[in-house]
């Protein structure tokens, strides 16, 4: 039975002192030098050449981080979310409707947008830089100790990082995302009490593989004995790997609109605009006209999925009032999600990184917001399927400036004009920065127009800091 016990979010007692096996010595007197020391680390989100493969992604070297650390996941009641796209939007719509029936949420995301410490939260609040300074202070003899050998790279330091926090802070529930994949990724190291996989599509397929089947036996690799999974429906290929591995490893999978009854449909009413309703019954729960907090029909599935996994919670000892949890959904905001961060001209920033993403932000688009004509700066990274991307881009964009981000795998403008001008014929633009596509864009608008900034995490991390400047973190 899981841990049901309900807090008032309050900071309790710190007892990782004594739970810790290695007492680690005061390495960082400032955040900045614990930060560095961070960076220093390996970071396979910023290398192009990578192989994923069981020495470069390695669970033991995982565990054996942890076990230093005092196991701290083992520590933690956690929900597990896989996928290719909309997991960062399943886990905090998740978290949210947790929060709002008085747990205490843990969440786990990755990439961030502007913040490092975006990815680490408990109950809407980012890990502080103390707070962050003195894990890392506690981590530097374990990973010390580790380095001489086979030294913990970024992604898993931070990983771990977020488990001691969440031990720390003694959180009802983490929600965890995974990184990269799924079976060899580090956060596959947690017996979640409830598993979700979101839509797959094609995207990192130089690691995952170039078929869709090929990537839903990674992201299936989450999957635990006797741990309930829930997924939305898949491209048939990628369904038929999923059922075959749930059943492989005896994960009782549950799909919504086939085994969940789970239906949607567009409105647009006065007081909200143009939005998504959802319904959802199983025999436990019964969820009717919810309204999506996030623009788009992906976004209704991943609400789907989300109240399909609350349902799951249930089911393992969860109490939760389905009027509180749809208090918490209504207040879910999301960064770097169709956000507009600018007035006039109007700018929007989407994470939208492949093909179906690209897609389904198009359409997204095209039914939510009002505009004459839409400008796409773009740039994205080269490992994702760029022409993919490139082939999606000209159903919505009227005109597209290319441009490079600030990422170290970022395509060159010059060499994203070309390929996109092979695949659909049309003209297009070219920017060394952004603030030269920006200045490029503002050229060519007008008020009733839309400059919409895509295809990179690093991309619109840039814009959001160059129109919303928050000092108040580091920045990175």
Not at 105 to 115: D, R, W
Not at 381 to 388: C, H, L, P, T, V
Not at 390 to 399: M, P
Request: aromatic letters at 6%; glycine letters at 6%; one cysteine or more.
């Amino acid at each position: 039975m899981a841990k049901t016990k309900k807090t008032t979010g309050k900071k309790r007692k710190n007892k990782t002192s004594k739970v810790a096996s290695v007492k680690s010595k005061k390495a960082f007197k400032t955040y900045k030098q614990a930060l560095d020391y961070l960076f220093e680390r390996t970071d396979y989100e910023k290398q192009e050449r990578l192989r994923y493969n069981v020495t470069t992604f390695n669970l033991n070297r995982m565990q054996k981080l942890l076990s230093l650390l005092g196991s701290p996941h083992k520590k933690i009641h956690t929900v597990h979310i896989g996928g290719t796209k909309g997991k960062g939007s399943t886990a905090t719509m998740l978290a949210r409707m947790l929060e709002a029936n008085g747990y205490k949420v843990g969440l786990y995301t990755s990439p961030h947008v502007v913040h490092l410490h975006e990815r680490i939260a408990i109950n809407s609040r980012m890990i502080s830089e103390s707070e962050m300074c003195g894990l890392l202070n506690r981590a530097y003899a374990p990973v010390e100790k580790m380095s001489k050998t086979d030294q913990p790279t970024f992604f898993e330091i931070m990983t771990a990082l977020a488990f001691m926090y969440f031990r720390d802070e003694e959180v009802d529930i983490a929600i965890i995302e995974t990184g990269l994949g799924g079976r060899l990724d580090s956060t596959n190291v947690i017996i979640p009490k409830v598993i979700g996989i979101t839509s797959l599509s094609i995207d990192h397929q130089n690691l995952l593989g170039n078929t869709i089947d090929s990537i839903a036996k990674e992201k299936a690799g989450i999957f635990k004995r006797g741990v309930p999974a829930v997924t939305v429906q898949q491209e048939p290929s990628a369904m038929r790997v999923l059922r075959s591995q749930a059943i492989a490893v005896q994960s009782p999978l549950s799909v919504t609109g086939s085994d969940i009854d789970f239906s949607q449909r567009f409105e647009t009413s006065r007081e909200h605009g143009p939005h998504t309703r959802i319904c959802l019954s199983t025999p436990t729960s019964k969820f009717e006209h919810l309204r999506v907090p996030l623009h788009g029909r992906h976004q209704a599935i991943n609400c789907g999925l989300a109240l399909a996994m609350l349902d799951k919670l249930k089911s393992v000892g969860y109490k939760i009032d389905n009027g509180k949890a749809a208090e918490g959904l209504y207040k879910v905001s999301l960064t770097g999600r169709m956000e507009m961060i600018w007035d006039d001209p109007r700018i929007m920033i989407d994470a939208a990184h492949n093909a179906a993403s690209i897609k389904a932000l198009i359409h997204a688009v095209g039914q939510n917001i009002p505009y004459d004509s839409m400008v796409v700066i773009f740039g994205c990274n080269s490992d994702k399927d760029i022409r993919g991307m490139l082939h999606q881009l000209q159903f919505g964009a009227d005109k597209v400036i290319f441009t490079r981000s600030n990422s170290p795998k970022a395509v060159s403008p010059e060499d994203l004009a070309e390929m996109y001008t092979e695949i659909c014929g049309k003209m297009c633009q070219t920017a060394p920065s952004l603030g030269q596509a920006l200045l490029l864009a503002k050229s060519a608008v007008s008020k009733e127009d839309l400059i919409c900034i895509t295809g990179s995490f690093y991309l619109i991390g840039q814009a959001k800091i160059r129109f919303q400047p928050d000092e108040s973190l580091q920045t990175v």
